[in-house]
Structure formats: structure tokens, C-alpha cells
């Protein structure tokens, strides 16, 4: 099996898949995420038909999607890289409202950026092994033949 190499476009097709994740469950327009369609009817905070098995299925779908993503990003980067990640953006964001490029004053901002933020921890987690292997030549392996057996 030919191993092709980790290139920039893969990392931004993680990227986009973990934003269409992100955002399909909840973004600041209302009426167009699943949180708003399926969860807050049942929640009480909105208006609207409260079960479906349509429902159901896009929700499971969202949390297969989502414990795919987590638990990557989770055995990619480890407890100390998740650490740094977040730091990254928290750090970031501080950055771009202390120079005044972002204001605090609109709270759906905030609400934007957490959401990027969460789209691009989750990328870079799903891109991590591919990165440090191209850096440092090393493999990470998960499972070996011994424990299969």
C-alpha cells in the first residue's frame, strides 16, 4: 500500500469537516443548526415539534461524527498537547481583542470564535500524527500485531 504524503490540503479538508460538525450542531444563526432544530423544542427554549425519528438519526450520526473527532484529537495530542491547544487560542483571541481587531462588545463573536476554535483543535488533533511524522520521521502507533492476536 503506497503511503502518500501529509500535504497542506489534507489538513484543511479536516478542518472544514470538523466546521460542517461544529457548526450543523450549533451556530449563532438560530434556525440553522441541530441544536435549534431537534434539541431546543425538546429542551422547552423554542418553539417547534419536539421528536422525530429524523431527528433521532441526524443526532446519532452528529454524535458519531463527534466521539470520532474527540477521541483522535484526544489519543493524537494527549492531555499535555489539548492543554496547549486551547492556550493557543485563548491566547490568540486575547491577542486579536487587545490590539482591537475583535471586539467584545457583539457576544456573537465570542460565540464564532469558540466555535473556530473548537473546529480547529479538533483539526489539528485529527492531523497531529500526520504532522509529527512528516517533522520527525517517527510512526505512532496505536496497536501491534501482538495485541490483535
Not at 463527534?66 to 496547549?84: E, H, K, M, N, P
Not at 482591537?100 to 479538533?122: E, F, T
Not at 500526520?130 to 496497536?143: F, K, N, P, T, Y
Amino acid at each position: 500500500m503506497a503511503v502518500s504524503r501529509f500535504k497542506t490540503k489534507h489538513f484543511f479538508i479536516r478542518f472544514v469537516a470538523a466546521i460542517v460538525l461544529v457548526f450543523v450542531t450549533y451556530n449563532p444563526v438560530e434556525p440553522y443548526s441541530y441544536y435549534e432544530w431537534a434539541l431546543a423544542p425538546l429542551l422547552g427554549t423554542a418553539e417547534g415539534s419536539s421528536f422525530s425519528v429524523l431527528k433521532a438519526f441526524i443526532g446519532l450520526v452528529l454524535i458519531i461524527g463527534w466521539a470520532i473527532f474527540i477521541r483522535a484529537t484526544q489519543r493524537s495530542l494527549g492531555a499535555i498537547g489539548l492543554t496547549l491547544a486551547v492556550a493557543f487560542f485563548v491566547l490568540l483571541f486575547w491577542l486579536l481583542f487587545d490590539r482591537g481587531i475583535l471586539s467584545l462588545d457583539n457576544p456573537d463573536v465570542i460565540k464564532w470564535l469558540i466555535l473556530i476554535a473548537i473546529a480547529g483543535i479538533m483539526a489539528v488533533g485529527m492531523s497531529w500524527s500526520h504532522i509529527r511524522r512528516r517533522m520527525s520521521g517517527q510512526l505512532d502507533v496505536d496497536e501491534t500485531d501482538d495485541a490483535m492476536q
